[in-house]
């Protein structure tokens, strides 16, 4: 029996022990489509029993000078916290997961009537394990390993998928597309790229004569209730080749709905606004069932399964990701990513906060055990003191 098997065995045995408990509920929307796909590596350097907390990173490609390396490999601690930061200035991690990126959000006046959601992008910087602002980028999402970013520019949609090397901050290369994409998402394993298309952009918004957000004042914007997205990329990331897909616009009540691949990698999905709240497609886009892993999983309110495949984390519980049993309850408000496959990373409140209020957190399953990640949130949904995070492996 190798190192991975023992690794795998071990955490399967420990999963097992864990008594079921009633799940609890929060809902956050917005990080879904790339905490999903965080996975672990199978190199994990766990199998060694006496070993209580260990560094665990993506193997290092020898570079002959440290210059070269990566801040993420430069720093190898399985745990690497500010608690005192919010939103975070410098790197935070968790076993093979760490903060790849975060965003602010802010509507930007375009007419009278109208404005454009904008998103804020702080990077981690490659180079100093800082996150670092950037206004180039309308949308971006972190391939795992966090070399490599594909980025969209400005004026949704584009018809081009920039490949930004994280380590120079120089785009390295472009891939053309003929029909206009808003949304990219990294498969698992990097390899490929699913580029959603819309005919207009998703992230416009029009005044409405109410209160949305609850201020006091009718000044507000909301987004269309018009679905314009009309299909998808499945792109191979190493020649830039890649075939298009049309689906047409469902009843889904979200302008933005972006495509996301499967824990596997072999189909993608996209979240719906009733049941069954995910369909999923094969490659040639034709709609497919569930895979039997996914089944109790949900696009907007959880981690999805965990790295060996045999947990879901949703609805503030841990569940059999088959059977949908409850394993284990999820302290915090919502998951957000798996670490492996007994930690997960979850926005938390402190006694006496809301979900306004919460900082991220690594949970054990089974334990209480906590470790606090990030400072707290600032303010309501929209609020300048809210970021919304992404992950990648590291």
Known sequence: ????????????????????????????????????RTRTL???AAATAAVVAIAVAVPMLESGKDGDRLATEMNESDVIAHPDQ????????????????????????????????????????????????????????????????????????TQRIGLLNLLTGEVERWIPVDRGVAGVSFSPDGGKLVATTYKTNPD????????????????????????????????????GKGSWSEVPAGDESNARQDFAFSHDGKLVYAGLSSEPHMQYYDFEGNKVD???????????????????????ATN?????????????????????????????????SEPGQNEHHNRLVVVTIGSDKLVRLSGALKGNDGAPGQWTPIFAER
């Not at 200035?89 to 076993?95: H, K, L, T």
């Not at 949305?212 to 792109?235: A, C, E, L, T, W």
């Not at 059977?323 to 990373?345: F, H, M, S």
């Open 316 to 348: 503030g519980a841990v569940l059999d990701a088959y059977t949908g049993e409850q394993i284990a309850k999820v302290r915090g408000y919502e998951p957000l990513a798996w670490v492996d496959d007994e930690r997960l990373i979850v926005w938390y």
């Open 86 to 157: 919010s939103p975070p200035r410098d790197m935070i991690a968790a076993g093979d997961v760490a903060l790849a990126a975060y965003y602010t959000r802010k509507n930007v006046k375009q007419t009278d009537d109208r404005a454009v959601g904008v998103r804020e992008y702080r990077l981690l910087d490659q180079k100093t394990g800082k996150y670092e602002k950037t206004t180039k980028w309308s949308f971006v999402d972190i391939a795992p390993g966090m070399r490599t970013a594909a980025v969209l520019e400005k004026d949704l949609p």
């Open 290 to 312: 569930k895979p039997a892993n996914e089944k109790y999983t949900h696009w907007f309110n959880d981690a999805g399964v965990s790295p060996n495949g045999k947990l879901a």
């Open 42 to 44: 199978a190199s994990v």
């Open 204 to 239: 416009l918004r029009f005044k409405v004569d109410y209160d949305s957000d609850g201020d006091g004042k009718n000044n507000d914007y909301d987004q269309s209730h018009d679905q314009p997205r009309n299909g998808f990329y499945v792109i191979d990331v190493a020649t």
């Open 1 to 36: 029996m190798n190192v991975d098997e023992l690794v795998r065995d071990s955490l399967r045995e420990q999963a097992t022990e864990l008594m079921p408990v009633p799940p609890g509920f929060a809902d956050r929307v917005l990080t879904a489509r790339r905490r999903r």
